[in-house]
């Protein structure tokens, strides 16, 4: 059985490689500048887009409500934030539960362990369960979105994480999980956004919006979540799949298309952080975004 959306003609082929020379999809890493980016773009022939809205106008596309949005950057929203933190006190639930997620962060992806390399086939089991996968390096991976024939290049970005998330997301919500990858809703663009490397600036834009590498959160997006993990330990990875699903709202929403995606990804974290700070968030499903996931 064939996989959907692979590169297939000549044309097609050389149209992709002159996209991905004047534009990357970026995994931002402060403390490492030189991390690879980028992945393979999705053509899609069945279902062109509509030609990209003017740049002016992508501030109308965002989802959900934003009556409140401008409230987080102006003055009364930045102190609405200090008096938060000002008055925020982790219990020990929520500091071991931090602590635990933090560990996870320092985890690189490894190609000489073997429980990494399991999961890594496991990815590919869960995405593709009828197409056998003929190796760990292989340019079958270029079918999932990732950059190149070896994923392990792509890691560098997020660390092993990224992986584990992208497996809880096809595990937790399998239905999702199959419709964002295989692109089966919406009109979609000619070059769609590569799956699999998507995933992974999920995944970095997550742990820098949540404030992760730092002791303690500051701000209401990173307090909130920690008081969402007193709830449920699987927050992070829970909320990961609802970003995904946002960014994929996102990218239908503003018509994008591939040389787009950057920004999709930071009209997507705005409507993240604007959910993030909504007062009386106790419960990952006090969200708004979170009946994407049943959509």
């Not at 869960?126 to 190149?148: A, C, H, I, R």
Request: charged share 20%; hydrophobic share 40%.
């Amino acid at each position: 059985m064939g996989i959907p959306f692979q590169l297939q003609a000549q044309q097609g082929l050389q149209q992709g490689r002159a996209i991905l020379s004047e534009t990357k999809i970026m995994i931002k890493k402060e403390s490492s500048p030189s991390e690879p980016a980028g992945g393979q773009p999705t053509k899609n022939t069945s279902n062109p887009l509509k030609p990209a809205m003017p740049a002016a106008a992508k501030v109308n596309a965002m989802v959900g409500n934003r009556t409140w949005f401008g409230g987080l950057f102006n003055g009364s929203g930045k102190r609405r934030q200090v008096n938060a933190e000002k008055n925020f006190e982790m219990t020990p639930i929520q500091e071991q539960r931090l602590q635990k997620l933090k560990d996870r962060l320092n985890i690189p992806y490894d190609e000489t362990r073997p429980d990494h390399l399991e999961s890594l086939k496991t990815l590919w089991k869960v995405s593709f369960p009828d197409t056998k996968l003929t190796g760990l390096v292989s340019e079958q991976w270029k079918d999932m979105g990732w950059q190149g024939s070896n994923p392990a290049t792509d890691f560098r970005g997020s660390g092993f994480v990224s992986l584990e998330n992208l497996l809880f997301f096809s595990r937790r919500y399998p239905a999702a999980f199959q419709r964002l990858l295989l692109k089966t809703q919406g009109l979609r663009a000619q070059w769609e956004y590569p799956f699999a490397v998507a995933g992974v600036n999920i995944s970095h834009m997550l742990i820098q919006l949540l404030e992760l590498n730092s002791a303690r959160p500051k701000y209401l997006p990173g307090i909130n979540f920690v008081r969402m993990l007193s709830e449920h330990e699987e927050a992070f990875d829970i909320l990961y799949c609802i970003a995904f699903e946002m960014m994929d709202a996102q990218w239908l929403a503003m018509r994008a298309s591939y040389m787009q995606f950057n920004d999709v990804l930071e009209a997507t974290k705005a409507q993240l952080e604007r959910e993030l700070s909504l007062e009386d968030l106790h419960r990952i499903q006090d969200l708004p975004a979170y009946n994407l996931l049943f959509k």
